[in-house]
C-alpha cells in the first residue's frame, strides 16, 4: 500500500516514447508496430475472459497477473480467476475462440492491442492467447517511477509447429521440480514440446508398477513416479506444452537388461561347468547400472520373442501417462557389437533376410509400431531408425552431424526426401557448452537445397538437446538458459531475424526475466563459487569465471571416463558457462582500440588487464584458505602475466622481446587446467597480431 | 581427476593443530575432545556400515559422501551404498546396534572417534548414525591444499526428545521441494520433527479423496496429493525425522467451512423471504477462503453432530498418511464470537452445563480424542486445548507470551503441573523477524520455577514456527534459516552452552553450509535485488540491505490486511532479513572507538559512514530505472545525511548544532518506508550519546 502510493504521486512524470531497440522481446513476432503513447499500470489493472478457451487459461493468466505484480509490485486488486467474463470492464481484455489443443498444427497465433486505456489479446486458441501474455510480459517497459506498456500492435505465429527441448534424466536424475521450472521456461519462450529422455545406460526413470524390478534394481531409487508422470504431463499440458517420452531401445540398454539381462544380446562362451542345452555352450551375462558416460554396448536382444514381450508389456503401463499422438523409442548409437557376436541373432537375420544390423533394427523397431499405435501414438526416433523398410508414420529425428562425420543435416534432408517428417536437433546440442550464435544460426530449413514444397511442410521444427553427463540439478538451468531462448526465436520467429548482435542485447534481458520463474540459471553460479572459496568473498573469482568457459564438447570428459554419474560437479568449470560474460566486451574493445589508438580506447582495454593483473593476486590470497582453488591458479597466473606485458606494451614501456609476449599470449590458450579455457585468448592475441 | 593429482601433490604441506574454536559445530555436542593429528581426506575414502541399522542408513551414507565429495572435489571412489559390511576395510566404520524408530524417545546418541587412519562412528540406533555423520560434515577443515578432519573425539546426545519445526503452508502454500529441502536442513541440525501446518483459514491443503470438496473449493489448486504427503513422510523418516500434521479446529475454520458452510457455526437472521422452518428462522451463511491475514471468526460448529462426523471421516482418510503417533488438532485463536451469536449454539452449552466457551471447546476437543486414538494417535494442540476436562494424553503446545498479554511460557509451567507433556514455541516464533538471540537464548525448562523431576520431564522440548502470511517460497527459507540452527542448538545441547557471540560465529559457516541442501537463504537476495533493480548491478542495495531489516512481529502488515496472501512479496522487506550483516561489525566499531578514540578505531566506523553515503549516491543512480526503488530512497537519505554530519563530527568540523546533528540521527529511527527499519540506528545514536 505504502509503496502504491508513492508510485501513484510520482507517477505524474512524463513518460518517453519507446523505441523499437527497447523492446527485448524473444522470440521476436511475426509483426510489430509501434503507436504513440502508453497503457500505465496501476493497482486497478485487471484481466477478463471471454470466448470458448480451454480452461488452461485461467491459470495462465493467474500466474500472468501474479509476475507481472511481482515485477512492478502494484498490488493488483484481483487475485485467482476462475471464470469467463469475472470483470467485463477490466483493461486487459482476452478472447479466444476455441479450446486448444495440445499438439502439433494447433492454431498459435495472437494479436495484441495496446492502447491508452485498454489491451486487447485476440486468439483463435487459448494457446495463443497464453503466447500473447508472455508477449506482453516482454513489454512491460518502465521510466523511474512507474510501469507501462508502450502502445502497439502485434501479429504474431510460430514458423514451425514443433520447437522443442529434450532433458536427458538417466544420466543425472532430474527431480520434478527442476523439470516444472523448465517447462515455465519453454512456456516463456513461446516453445511446445517438452521431450522426456526418460531412460538409457545410466537409469530406468519410470515407475512401472507391473515391473518393479525396472526402479528397484535399475534406478538407484531416483524415478518418477506414475503420479509425478501425470502430474508433470498436466503442469505442461496447462502451460500450453507436448510431453513426449522417450524409452531408449534397443541400444542404450545396461539399465532395462540391468533388470531383465535375460532380453540382452550380449553372450559369453562357458568355459567350463554345465551349460545348458538350448543355449548352445553359451550364457547370459548379467548387466550394471552404467556409471560412465559414452556409447556402450548392451543392447536389447531383437530376435528373442520375450523382447518384445516385454516392450509391448511396458507401452502398455507408459503409454497412457501420457496423452500426447508421439512416442519417441530412441533407437540411436546401436553399435550391433553384441549382435555381431551373438551366434542365435546372427542366424536369425539370415532367417529373416536381413542383410545389415540396421536393417535388424529396422525390423526391431517396426515391431514397436503396432504396440504404439494401439495406443494411439505414432513413433518416432533418433535417425538411425531411418531405413528402407520403416514406416512413413515415423518422425525422424536428426542429430548428426560434422562430430559424427556426416554432413550438417543430412538425415533431415534424406528424411524428407523420402517422405518422412522430421525435427531438427544438430547444430542444437546445447549441452556441447558452444556460444549461443551457433545454435541461433542454425535454421531447419536447410540452406542450398531444393525443397518442394510438401517435403518443406515435413520439417517440423527442432529441438535443443540437453545431455546430461555433465549436469547436475543445481547446475542444468545455467546449461539450459539462456542459449535455449536463442533456439527458440529460431524456431519461432521469421527467417530473416538473425542479427546475432541484436539477439545478444535482447538476450540479456530475457535471461534476467526468467530468474521469475525459479529457474537459478544466474543465481547458483554464487552457490558453486562459495563452495569453492570456503565461505569467502567471491568477487575476485566471480570477476575471472567472467573470462572462463568449461571445456566445449565432450572434451571436459575425456573418453567418458574421467566424471562419474555420482563425481562432484561442484568445481569451478561447473560454475563458469558458454558464452562468457567479459568475452565480447573486451573484444569490442580491443577491436576499437586497434581501430583508433586514442586514450579513451586504450583506457577501456587497459581497464581490463588491469582487472585480471588484480583478479589474481586476490586468488593467491584466497587459495590460502581454499583446496578446490589450487588448480584454477596457474590458469590465473597466465591470463595476469600476459596482462601485464601488455599494459606494458599498450603504453609503449615493455622490456620483454615481442617473441616473448607472443608466448605469454600462447600460454593462456590452454586446456590443462581445472576442466576450463580462457575465453579471452583470441582477443588477446589480436592486440600484438599486428606487430 | 586433474584437480586430484594437483591435491596430492600438493597434500604433503603440513597441517596445522586445530583447536575448539574452529570447530563451528552446531548443535554444540555433549562432548568434545581434541587430540593431536589429522585424517587427512582422499579419493580413496570410504565407508563401510555394520550392525543392525535401519535401512535408512544406506541413503544417509550415500548423501553424506556426495555432500563431502561436493566440498571437497575427491572424487571419491565410492558410489552408492546398499549393503551391510560392504567395504570391511574402509577408513570410516560405522556401527549401528539397533533399527531406530521414528518419534520420541529414541536413543539418537552417537560416538565418534576420529584417528589418523580410521574414523569410527557407534550408535545405538542408525537415528544416531545420522547424527554423527552431520557432526562429522561440520568438522571438515583444511588448510591451502588439503581437507582433513582433526583427531578427536565426540560423544553426544540430545537435551530434549522434541527438537521441532512447524511449517504452515496454509497462508502461504509451499510446494514439495520447499518442504523437502527444509527437512533436509531440519536434518542437518539434528532436529527430529517436522510439525505441518496443513489447513487454516487461507486452505485446506491435503487431498482427500472421499472430500473432493475440499480441496476443489478452499484450496486454489494448491495442495498435496495423497502420494505427495506419504513421499514427504518417507522422506523425512529417511532422514530421522517425525511428521506430525496439523489439521486446525474448531476457529481458523475459513477453509473448512467454505466447501461445508453447513457446519459453521455463524447465524444470519432472515430479513425476507421464506426461511426454513428447522432453522428457526435463521439461515446459515456461506463462507470463502480467506486472503488477508488475521484472526477470523469462522468455526467449527460444536452444537452440530455433523460436524463430528465428517472430521471423523476426515481423520479415517488422513491419519493413515502419517505413520507417527501425534496429530496436532490446532485449536488456537478461537474467538467464540459465532458461538455467542447462535442460540442453537448457546442452548447446547447450557444442556451439556457448559459454563464457558473454552469448556465448550474442551467438549469439542474430547470429541476427537477417540476418532484420533482409532488411528493410534495421541491429540495435541495449542495450548487453548487445556481446561480441567482436558484429556492427560493430550500434548498441550505452548504458544503464547507477552505479545498475547500472558506471562511467557505461563501455560507450560501450568501444563507439566498438571500433568500433560508440552512443547514450547513461545519463543521461538521466526515469524516475527527478530534477531536471532531473542530464540536461542529462550530455553524451554522454565527459569525461576521449582519443578519435580518428573514435572520436568514432561517438557518433551521445543518448536520453532513459521507461519507463512508474509513469506513466499522464494523467501521462506530466508526466514527459516539459519536462526533455527539457533534454536536447534537450545533444544539439543547443554543448557549452558550460550554465549551468543560465539554462537553467531559458529552459525556464520553453518548458514553457508546450509546451501549445500539445495536452501536458498542466501542466494535468493539477489534475485529480489535484481528484479527491484531492473537487472542493474546489486552491489549498492545489496550493502544498504546489509543494514536495514524488515519491520519486526506483525507490524508490516498493519491490521492484517495491507498484504494479501497474493500481494508480491518481490519487494525489499523480503529481501531483507533479520540479524543484517553489518549491525554488529559497526556496532562493535562504535564501541570500540568509544572506549578508545584511537586514528584506527575512528577509521573502522568512519568506513561504515562513508559507505553509507556512497550507497546513497549510488542508489539515487540506480532509482532513475527503478520504480520498486523509489519507497527505499528516503531511509537511505536519512541515513547518508547522518552519516555525513558523523564523519564531519568524528573530525571535529562539524558545523551543524548538536541538536540537529540528534535529530538527523533521530530521523533514522523510523518505520515509515518501504516496511523496513535501519538496524543501525542505535549504534548511530551512541555515537553522540555523551556529547
Given amino acids: 500500500m505504502k509503496y502504491l502510493l508513492v508510485l501513484l504521486f510520482a507517477g505524474l512524470t512524463t513518460v518517453a516514447q519507446t523505441k523499437k531497440e527497447q523492446l527485448h522481446l524473444m522470440p521476436w513476432p511475426q509483426n510489430v508496430v509501434l503507436n504513440d503513447g502508453n497503457f500505465t499500470l496501476d493497482k486497478n489493472f485487471k484481466v477478463n475472459i471471454t470466448g470458448n478457451p480451454n480452461s488452461r487459461i485461467f491459470g495462465g493468466v493467474t500466474r500472468f497477473l501474479r509476475r507481472l505484480d511481482g515485477r512492478t509490485g502494484m498490488f493488483f486488486e484481483q487475485g485467482f480467476i476462475a471464470k469467463l467474463n469475472e470483470f467485463p470492464s477490466a483493461s486487459l481484455q482476452i478472447n479466444c475462440d476455441k479450446n486448444g489443443k495440445i499438439g502439433l498444427y494447433e492454431d498459435e497465433s495472437y494479436h495484441l492491442e495496446i492502447k491508452q486505456n485498454k489491451i486487447i489479446l485476440n486468439a483463435t486458441s487459448d494457446l495463443g492467447a497464453l503466447h500473447g501474455l508472455e508477449t506482453l510480459l516482454q513489454l512491460l517497459q518502465n521510466n523511474a517511477t512507474s510501469f507501462y506498456f508502450p502502445n502497439s500492435q502485434i501479429s504474431d505465429f510460430p514458423r514451425f509447429t514443433w520447437r522443442g527441448l529434450m532433458i536427458d534424466v538417466a544420466r543425472h536424475f532430474q527431480p520434478v521440480d527442476v523439470i516444472k521450472r523448465n517447462i515455465d521456461g519453454l512456456a516463456a519462450m513461446k516453445m511446445n514440446v517438452f521431450h522426456w529422455h526418460l531412460v538409457d545406460d545410466q537409469g530406468w526413470r519410470i515407475e512401472t508398477p507391473k515391473h518393479p524390478k525396472l526402479i528397484e534394481l535399475a534406478s538407484d531409487g531416483m524415478y518418477y513416479t506414475q503420479e509425478e508422470i501425470k502430474n508433470i504431463v498436466k503442469y505442461a499440458d496447462e502451460r500450453g506444452i507436448l510431453v513426449v517420452p522417450e524409452i531408449d531401445v534397443p541400444g542404450h540398454g545396461s539399465a532395462i537388461l540391468t533388470a531383465y539381462p535375460e532380453i540382452g544380446s550380449k553372450v559369453m562362451t562357458l568355459t567350463g561347468g554345465t551349460s545348458e542345452k538350448n543355449i548352445q555352450g553359451t550364457a547370459i ?131 524428407v526426401k523420402n517422405g518422412y517428417k522430421t525435427v531438427l536437433s544438430n547444430g542444437y546440442y546445447i549441452d556441447l557448452v558452444l556460444g549461443v550464435d551457433s545454435h541461433y544460426l542454425n535454421d531447419p ?67 534476467f526475466r526468467l530468474e521469475e520463474l525459479g529457474l537459478t540459471h544466474i543465481r547458483n553460479k554464487a552457490v558453486i563459487l562459495r563452495n569453492i572459496l570456503n565461505n569467502q568473498n567471491i568477487q575476485a573469482l566471480d570477476e575471472f569465471s567472467n573470462v572462463c568457459e568449461p571445456l566445449k564438447g565432450y572434451s571436459r570428459n575425456k573418453d567418458g571416463t574421467e566424471y562419474q554419474m555420482y563425481s562432484p560437479f561442484t568445481l569451478f568449470a561447473d560454475a563458469c558457462t558458454p558464452d562468457a560474460k567479459d568475452v565480447i566486451p573486451f573484444d569490442e574493445a580491443v577491436n576499437q582500440y586497434l581501430a583508433t589508438q586514442s586514450p579513451e580506447n586504450k583506457a577501456k582495454v587497459a581497464a581490463f588487464l588491469s582487472k585480471w593483473v588484480v583478479v589474481n593476486k586476490e586468488l593467491i590470497q584466497l587459495s590460502h584458505n581454499a583446496p578446490l582453488l589450487q588448480p584454477i591458479l596457474p590458469l590465473a597466473e597466465k591470463l595476469s602475466n600476459a596482462s601485464e606485458q601488455l599494459l606494458l606494451f599498450l603504453d609503449n614501456k615493455q622490456t620483454l622481446k615481442i617473441t616473448d609476449l607472443k608466448n605469454l599470449i600462447e600460454a593462456c590458450n590452454t586446456k590443462d587446467h581445472a576442466d576450463i579455457e580462457l575465453a579471452v585468448y583470441t582477443s588477446l592475441k589480436k592486440l600484438i597480431e599486428k606487430v
Same sequence: chains 1, 2.
Avoid at 377 to 404: C, F, R, V
Wanted: aromatic share 8%; with cysteine.
Fill in 285 to 415: 551375462v548379467t548387466y550394471g547400472i552404467e556409471r560412465n558416460a559414452g556409447i556402450f554396448s548392451p543392447t536389447l536382444d531383437p530376435s528373442n520373442p520375450k523382447t518384445y514381450q516385454l516392450l509391448s508389456e511396458l507401452f502398455d503401463e507408459v503409454c497412457p501417462l501420457f496423452p500426447g499422438s508421439y512416442f519417441h523409442i530412441g533407437g540411436d548409437e546401436n553399435e550391433g557389437k553384441d549382435w555381431d557376436a551373438n551366434p542365435k541373432i546372427q542366424e536369425f537375420k539370415k532367417k529373416h533376410n536381413l542383410a545389415t544390423n540396421h536393417e535388424l533394427q529396422t525390423y526391431f523397431t517396426m515391431q514397436l509400431v503396432p504396440m504404439l499405435k494401439k495406443h494411439g501414438k505414432q513413433l518416432m526416433g533418433w535417425e538411425e531408425i531411418m531405413t528402407k523398410d520403416m514406416t512413413k508414420d515415423a518422425i525422424i529425428h536428426s542429430w548428426k552431424g560434422a562430430n559424427e562425420g556426416v554432413p550438417t543435416g543430412q538425415s533431415l534432408i534424406n528424411a
Fill in 445 to 511: 530449413m536447410p540452406a542450398g537445397v531444393s525443397l518442394s514444397t510438401e517435403e518443406k511442410a515435413r520439417i517440423l521444427g527442432g529441438e535443443a538437446t540437453m545431455w546430461t553427463e555433465l549436469v547436475t540439478p543445481t547446475t542444468i538451468d545455467s546449461r539450459l538458459w539462456p542459449r535455449t531462448a536463442a533456439i527458440a526465436e529460431r524456431l519461432w520467429s521469421a527467417e530473416e531475424i538473425k542479427d546475432v548482435a541484436n539477439m545478444r542485447k535482447r538476450l540479456e534481458t530475457v535471461s
